[in-house]
């Protein structure tokens, strides 16, 4: 038996996030007999997917830090690692940044160099003037564009080149996440929720872009109003404890739930009335999807691309809006329930995990072997 084909997948850190998640739910579906990945992260820890990626057949290595200090150990040890792994096909995640690793595989000899977009915009941070001109070099650099969405391949490719982006969509096990009375009661009752209550939930990491201290001023609001609502909050990150202490300032830390990162955020999305996501950007949001397989009620930023918004109870609102619309919104969501077999409307839009494996598989197949034939 011939062995499998192995594509070079680049990331920061293999922990419990959308993009990292997105990647394992492919990685878990596709014939691995075919095609294998393995993974070259950017930071000196295990990611929580290590153990998984493992267990799957797939290797990890580990590069410096993409800081300027470390430039020169960083090219040193990519020429070095691209001599020793001959991979006919690299795939980047990381956004911007793809520009360093990619360069360094397009002069060490790689054929096809995907980069991959996520965000349809940069964090403005200390390295944001890096991530421009990083941006802007990108696509002479890259050999195969792919993104999430259109808004995210416009972002990081430019809107010359949309016609050139090939769309790879976050997408789920939709079963997996079919509403269950049952489990929604068991989940209250795990959480210490009163079925009368109304759960504003939300998942994802706790950083600046993901606006959770707006998640504590809605739940305020609501409260404010007369609703007896809670917010619970899955995931972790630099800015947990900050949020945390502002729900305790407000007087609000009995009704906010902390869950920090968990595996059984299927069972968790089927304990909220409504999902609200006031991101300052976005690409197209996994937990966005999953809580529509759910049925669930959606609420968020018109910073998220309206390519996220599938069902008719999912919504979008200006970050501008005051506070008391975004708590009327997410209110009336929350009372007007569920959507009822939200699940053939997802696949219909290509978010079936098994269709969307079935087509990666076969295009990594494609650019591999035009790989081996030039």
Request: some cysteine; proline content about 5%; aromatic content about 8%.
């Amino acid at each position: 038996m011939s062995e499998p084909i192995r594509i070079l997948q680049i990331v920061n850190i293999m922990d419990r996030a959308g993009l990292e998640t997105m990647i394992m739910n492919h990685y878990r579906e596709i014939d691995r007999s075919q095609v294998q990945f393995d993974f070259l992260v950017h930071r000196p820890q295990r990611g929580e997917y290590e153990d998984e990626i493992e267990s799957l057949g797939g290797r990890v290595f580990r590069a410096p830090r993409l800081y300027p200090q470390h430039c020169l150990s960083y090219r040193r040890f990519m020429r070095r690692f691209f001599a020793e792994h001959r991979y006919p096909v690299v795939h980047s995640h990381i956004d911007a940044m793809s520009a360093f690793p990619l360069a360094m595989a397009r002069g060490c000899g790689v054929p096809v160099r995907i980069a991959h977009s996520h965000n349809d915009a940069a964090d403005r941070d200390l390295k944001y003037p890096i991530k421009e001109a990083a941006r802007r070099k990108l696509p002479a650099i890259a050999t195969h564009y792919w993104a999430c969405s259109e808004a995210a391949g416009t972002f990081l490719f430019g809107e010359a080149n949309l016609p050139k982006v090939h769309v790879v969509k976050n997408a789920i096990d939709l079963e997996g996440y079919r509403f269950d009375a049952g489990t929604r009661a068991r989940m209250r009752a795990e959480l210490g929720i009163a079925e009368d209550q109304i759960v504003v939930g939300h998942v994802g990491r706790f950083s600046a872009v993901k606006n959770h201290a707006f998640l504590v001023d809605i739940l305020a609001e609501m409260r404010r109003e007369g609703t007896n609502a809670a917010l619970v909050l899955t995931g972790d990150g630099e800015l947990r404890h900050e949020v945390e202490r502002k729900a305790f300032s407000l007087g609000l830390d009995a009704s906010v739930r902390f869950l920090g990162l968990r595996g059984d955020v299927p069972d968790v999305v089927q304990a909220f009335d409504v999902l609200v996501f006031p991101s300052l950007h976005e690409g197209i949001p996994l937990s966005l999807i999953e809580a529509q397989a759910s049925g669930l009620p959606a609420l968020a930023s018109d910073a998220v691309s309206a390519e996220a918004m599938v069902l008719p109870n999912a919504e979008r609102l200006p970050l501008s809006a005051p506070v008391s619309e975004w708590a009327r919104a997410a209110v009336m969501l929350a009372e007007g329930g569920r959507t009822e077999d939200p699940i053939p409307v997802l696949a219909e839009a290509g978010y079936e995990i098994g269709a969307s494996a079935l087509s990666l598989m076969a295009e990594y197949q494609r650019l591999y072997r035009g790989a081996d034939a030039s």
